[in-house]
């Protein structure tokens, strides 16, 4: 277990729809990470947070937006959901953002849109 | 851009057999780099990590690494693999000053009891 929380788990819906993506990241962690894992694509970084702020983008459609609140957990919100963002999302956290840091992923959350 | 390259996308061995994955980054200047695996069905955990010193790392799980600055490469291995070693394997690097790795697309490997 890394510390790091993901839900939902699964989720179907269909296209056109919209969703949220939740992650709680480890106790103390400033940074979240978004990733998006496909077949084709392998995993791609989508966008980062660091203590409420974003810090880093990168491959990450315009129709997708994330948050990070208060209480450092993240959300990843999807929206106008197409067949090809069927995908397995992954979220990490660091402590801090220094480039020695070890990223800690949760189990992801697996999106199938129909 | 940084790019990741893992050419053995699916490895099967045997119990006790030695494993070498191979793992090629395109910049060439200073890197880091990581090792992470994923057991069926569980989260990404980091294996091991260089960021200078010793070129040869050693990880968790018996595993090891080589950075090997004129070949671009970072290759895991183990000198004798168990059944629990089958999962997929992910290559990162991040470079440039930046603390985002860029992922390889991974192998999988199976071993057979």
């Known amino acids: 277990d890394s510390g790091v929380t993901q839900t939902p788990k699964h989720l179907i819906t269909a ?4 969703v949220t993506l939740r992650c709680s ?35 990450i ?16 919100n999807l929206s106008s959901l197409e067949l090809g963002d069927s995908a397995l999302y992954f979220c ?22 129909l | 851009a940084q790019s990741v390259s893992q050419h053995n996308h699916h490895v099967i061995l045997s119990e006790a057999a030695s494993l070498e994955l191979g793992c090629n980054y395109s910049y060439g200047g200073t890197v880091n780099l990581f090792w992470y695996v994923q057991y069926p069905g569980q989260h990404l955990q980091l294996l091991l990590k260089y960021f200078s010193g010793d070129p040869l790392v050693k990880g968790i799980k018996g595993f090891e690494a080589e950075f090997i600055k004129s ?11 168990q059944w629990s070693d089958t999962a997929e394997y992910f290559c990162a690097v991040s470079s440039g000053g930046s ?3 860029t992922f390889g697309r991974g192998t999988s490997l199976i071993v057979h009891p």
């Open chain 1, 92 to 113: 990490a956290s660091s402590g801090g953002q220094a480039p020695q840091e070890t990223q800690y992923f949760g189990p992801g959350t697996r999106l199938l849109v």
């Open chain 2, 71 to 81: 070949k671009f490469s970072f290759n895991l291995r183990k000198p004798s693999v």
């Open chain 1, 15 to 18: 296209t056109g729809q919209r």
């Open chain 1, 61 to 76: 459609l315009e129709r997708f937006s994330a948050q990070q609140f208060p209480d450092l957990h993240s959300e990843l």
């Open chain 2, 99 to 101: 603390y985002i790795p």
């Open chain 1, 25 to 59: 990241p480890r106790s103390g962690d400033l940074s979240v990470y978004w990733y998006q894992q496909s077949l084709d694509q392998g995993l791609q970084f989508l966008i980062q947070y660091y203590n409420g702020e974003e810090r880093a983008k990168g491959n």
